[in-house]
């Protein structure tokens, strides 16, 4: 913006702001720019240690990158103050005395008296002239248009534009200088016009780049809010694993001393044992020695003296008796002294470790209320085991292997599974899925299965979250509320004919009684365990462990082994335990609430604990 007063003052005028200086800088070059507009040009560097000089390209070094240490060019700074203290007067009028200027015509570049004003809107020639009010100039927020005198002919205006020199002169100096050196000339207009449009044209890229930048910066917020929004599920996500790994190794920490305390129980039994007997022992003998001394108070005879005789003969029988033996309770404490736990040293498995120096055996052996008949076996609520028949119901048995009831019996099941809730998951032998209540009331819920024979083999599974996993050579999952399967896991080379989910890994185990096999949520496969000679029935227990039950039918032989869920061996639980042949080989194996694990064939439930 140019300055309210005489042409003089032109020359003190910025060349970005086109303002009087404020705080001039002068740069290497010589150079002057306002602090403030070398400061906004100084950000748009490349390197922000040099400032490249708009008007020569010169660059200077500016020290720290703080503008502002730039030398100071204080003659011209004096300069600009001394000129902002005069008053505009008008640069029209011959006379010596100046009157004050009250406008400013931007087409002839001079400040007008009131007089001259009048004079100058009265001439037609100025009728489309631009005349400014003197308090649009004082405010300094109207660019003014100048168009000066030629130096070398004073009263010449520099209506012309020399392109090489980039600069005003008037028509003379072009046609007897600038055109003999072959410099190219415009009308000053003319170069002025494409100045404006070139102006327009950055001010509409400017606008247009603006816009495509804030288009930017609002993309970075919604990037922002994305991650802010990933990442917050990711710490939902590790809490939630956390909360439910604590789960899990709460739930092996109560198995684990579940398991010493039935140890605790049955030593202390033993123990309890032997020291009844000897206080009998000592009852005994103390009422044989009190009937005994009773013979020295009165003279025996007859009946009272082989009575007396007896008696004294029966003591020492007891006397003669051999002392307690101390090995007996000793050997109970070393057999507790001999069981040890050994924590899990691998750091990517949660098991927390297990007891060894025990033993494990049959606690029950019961048959089953139908021969040949049973389809399946899964934990049920409140620590009980339901067992599936073809023929129709859910057997239900509590860990010490005694029958409960029978439910559902007119539905031939097929598979079973229960929700968080206690609602029962039932596929029956039409190949359908139906939700039961807890108190096996069924529910209007339809789920569309694959067609008939694809499922009735196969598994069925209810994980952490409910969903419903049915499948044979593919697997379908199912939310509670029913309808299709809201995806599918193939899976090539194996059949899921018995299915198991993990509670916190997500994944999946499977069997075709032959193989036992770790899947991804995906279906891609992890791990493998097969035996040679030998049937696979897994199971997943309550801390994510694996036991398998490895069957040689033909010998009707059975072996339990324990596995961390990637398949790992930890340990033997029962090896070639002989069971009563059936005719079918489908068997199952489950673990109980309380630790305890089950055995099922076609015809029998087995049950094992610690010994």
């Known amino acids: 913006m ?60 500016v020290p720290s990158g703080d503008v502002a240490r730039l030398q100071t060019n204080l003659p011209l700074s004096s300069l600009v103050d001394e000129v902002k203290t005069k008053n505009p007067t008008c640069t029209v009028c011959e006379m010596d005395e100046k009157s004050p200027a009250v406008s400013y015509c931007q087409d002839c570049a001079t400040y007008m008296c009131t007089s001259c004003d009048k004079d100058h809107s009265n001439w ?75 102006i327009k044209d950055l001010k509409e890229k400017t606008k247009t780049k603006t816009t495509t930048v804030k288009n930017h910066i609002e993309f970075i917020a919604t990037q922002r809010d994305e991650i802010t929004t990933t990442l917050r599920k990711l710490n939902d996500d590790i809490d939630k694993t956390y909360e439910e790994y604590m789960q899990l190794l709460s739930a092996r920490r109560e198995r684990l001393k579940c398991e010493v305390k039935r140890w605790s129980e049955k030593f202390k039994n033993e123990l309890q044992v032997m020291e009844e007997e000897s206080r009998q022992t000592i009852s005994q003998i103390n009422a044989m020695e009190e009937l005994v001394t009773n013979g020295i108070k009165v003279p025996l005879e007859k009946d009272a003296l082989f009575a007396h005789d007896t008696l004294c003969e029966t003591l020492k029988s007891f006397l003669g008796r051999d002392d307690p033996d101390a090995q007996s309770p000793r050997g109970v404490t070393e057999r507790a002294q001999n069981i040890s736990f050994s924590k899990h040293i691998k750091v990517n498995e949660l098991c927390l470790g297990e007891l060894k120096g025990y033993m494990w ?84 819920v339809t789920f569309e299965t694959t067609s008939y024979g694809e499922g009735v083999f196969g598994g069925l599974t209810v994980d952490r979250y409910d969903n419903i996993y049915a499948g044979n ?52 496969k992890e791990n493998v365990l097969t035996r040679d000679g030998m049937s696979a029935y897994p199971a997943v227990c309550r801390d994510d462990s694996v036991i398998v039950a490895w069957v040689k039918h033909m010998e009707g032989l059975v072996s339990i082994d324990r596995y961390t869920r990637d398949l ?42 610690s010994i």
């Open 2 to 61: 140019a300055a309210f007063h005489q042409i003089s003052s032109q020359n003190l005028e910025c060349p970005i702001c086109l303002t009087l200086f404020n705080q001039p800088k002068s740069l290497a070059c010589s150079h002057a720019f306002c602090k403030d507009c070398l400061e906004r040009i100084f950000q748009t560097q490349p390197n922000l240690r040099t400032l490249t000089c708009p008007v020569c390209r010169k660059g200077t070094s």
């Open 124 to 198: 037609k020639l100025f009728s489309t002239h631009l005349v400014l009010d003197m308090s649009e100039v004082l405010s300094e927020r109207v660019p003014l248009k100048r168009r000066q005198k030629c130096k070398k002919h004073p009263a010449d205006d520099q209506d012309c534009f020399c392109t090489g020199c980039r600069e005003y002169i008037c028509c003379k100096c072009g046609v007897l200088e600038h055109l003999q050196e072959g410099h190219n000339l415009e009308e000053a207009a003319i170069h002025e016009e494409k100045l404006m449009k070139n």
């Open 361 to 444: 055996g049959l606690k029950t052996d019961v048959q089953l209320p139908r021969k040949d008949n049973m389809s399946c076996m899964t934990p049920a609520p409140d620590g009980q085991m339901a067992v599936g028949s073809w023929l129709g119901g859910i057997h239900l048995y509590s860990p010490d292997g005694k029958f409960q009831k029978t439910v559902l019996k007119d539905v031939s099941v097929s598979k079973i599974g229960f929700l968080s809730d206690g609602r029962s998951v039932v596929y029956d032998a039409d190949d359908k899925i139906s939700l039961y209540t807890p108190q096996w009331e069924k529910l209007n």
């Open 473 to 524: 050579r593919n697997i379908q999952v199912f939310t509670t509320q029913g309808g299709k399967a809201v995806r599918d896991i193939l899976f090539d080379g194996y059949s899921a004919w018995q299915l198991f989910s993990f509670h916190v890994a997500g994944k999946l185990l499977l069997t075709n009684a032959f193989t036992v096999v770790c899947l991804d949520g995906k279906g891609k």
């Open 568 to 609: 790992e061996h930890m340990h033997n639980i029962i090896t070639d335990f002989k069971i009563q042949k059936s005719k079918r080989g489908w068997y199952y194996l489950q673990e109980f609430e309380s630790g305890d694990i089950a055995f099922c064939t076609p015809d029998r439930l087995y049950t094992f604990d």
